[in-house]
């Protein structure tokens, strides 16, 4: 039993990460909503309205799915944004769930708070709706599932959101050892077989089908005069992608963003803390090795660092989350806690260090920053 000064903290911790979490979601999705639903986004929105207009290409279904059932350009763009909003309340309240049944400790703000997993939306409006929300949903699906007592059909019931993230975007490949992880240490060995088959076929499905259908010049023509045809006069942002070969993105990665971007192992090295603060590692070093291995070949051929950080740093939060009871969190005064979850930010792209979220708060009230030193 908590004694009643106990119960009170408590309180203060859930209603500190609570706020916290609406807060995020709201500087991530919510403030921007009217903005984003008059001016078409080329990288957010374009990428999921990528078709088979030029023949089947990678990363195409996504449009095929949603110019089926809305042929109309502006009503695409608002089916594929309310789509995104669905996808990121789920995840958000996912974790609120997950989070209430741990200790609710600051280690646990910090890892469900930190810049690099559910703050990282709220900090980047320009890169926050991608298409790992799919993946990220899928085995947010599982965790809870798994938290309730029925893995298996859990990671049944996510399948099909799998199967959807990796034909839309073939990186989120890259997530098939976190469902693995679940088959192989909660399910029997057939079952698990059986489980990881499935979704490893699918896998195999989305590298095969991004590897002989890349996309060309072509391709990209076809899909802008269809773009015009239904009302979108732009043909930007991700559709400019469609074609470029891996050597191509190596050498703008190489040549346009290096050395700038080893500053990036800042963040990195900043977001590993709370799986410190609450032991996963070295607890489960074994799949965050795994997770971490899986995702480095897109650090390799695409120029989205923060993206990778935050996927990579989601998958373990997702996974620390999953077992509370075997995790020991480390005694964090609550002042360490919010100092680390607002002193410091990274973007998805281009920036590897930006202000923070109380920086960015202090910067919005010129009266006050004007009396601080920095």
């Not at 998958?315 to 100092?339: D, E, I």
């Amino acid at each position: 039993m908590l004694s009643l000064n106990e119960g009170r903290i408590k309180v203060l911790y859930s209603v500190i990460t609570f706020l916290g979490l609406a807060l995020a979601f709201y500087e991530g999705y919510l403030r921007t909503l009217p903005l984003r639903l008059q001016q078409f986004d080329g990288w957010q929105v374009g990428d999921w309205l990528i078709d088979y207009s030029g023949g089947v290409v990678r990363r195409g279904l996504s449009g095929e799915i949603v110019f089926f059932f809305v042929p109309d350009g502006k009503a695409a763009i608002a089916t594929v944004i309310v789509v995104q909003l669905v996808l990121a309340a789920f995840l958000y309240g996912v974790v609120g769930i997950l989070y209430w049944m741990t200790d609710r400790g600051p280690a646990w703000m910090m890892l469900v708070l930190s810049p690099a997993f559910l703050l990282f939306p709220a900090l980047n409006e320009l890169g926050n709706s991608r298409k790992e929300l799919l993946t990220l949903g899928a085995l947010g699906v599982v965790v809870l599932a798994h938290r309730f007592g029925k893995t298996e059909p859990g990671l049944w019931i996510a399948s099909p959101l799998f199967v959807l993230g990796v034909f839309f975007h073939e990186a989120l490949v890259v997530t098939l050892p976190a469902f693995a992880y679940f088959a192989f240490k909660f399910t029997g060995a057939k079952r698990a077989w059986l489980i990881s088959g499935a979704y490893g076929a699918a896998a195999i499905g989305a590298l095969v089908l991004a590897s002989a259908r890349p996309g060309d010049s072509q391709v990209r023509t076809a899909i802008c005069s269809s773009w015009n045809e239904r009302g979108i006069d732009q043909c930007t942002g991700s559709l400019t992608a469609i074609g470029m070969s891996t050597p191509e993105s190596i050498t703008f990665l190489a040549n346009s963003l290096y050395p700038t971007y080893w500053a990036y192992l800042l963040p990195v090295a900043l977001a590993t803390l709370p799986f410190f603060a609450l032991r996963f590692w070295p607890a489960e070093r074994t799949i965050t090795i795994i997770v971490v291995l899986a995702a480095l070949p897109l650090f390799a051929v695409a120029w989205d660092y923060g993206r990778w950080i935050f996927l990579i740093v989601a998958q373990l939060s997702l996974l620390t989350l999953a077992q509370p009871h075997r995790m020991k969190p480390m005694r964090v005064p609550l002042y360490g806690a919010l100092a680390f979850i607002l002193l410091w930010g990274f973007q998805h792209y281009g920036r590897p260090i930006t202000d923070g979220l109380g920086s960015r708060w202090i910067s919005d009230f010129p009266s006050i920053s004007s009396f601080l030193p920095f």
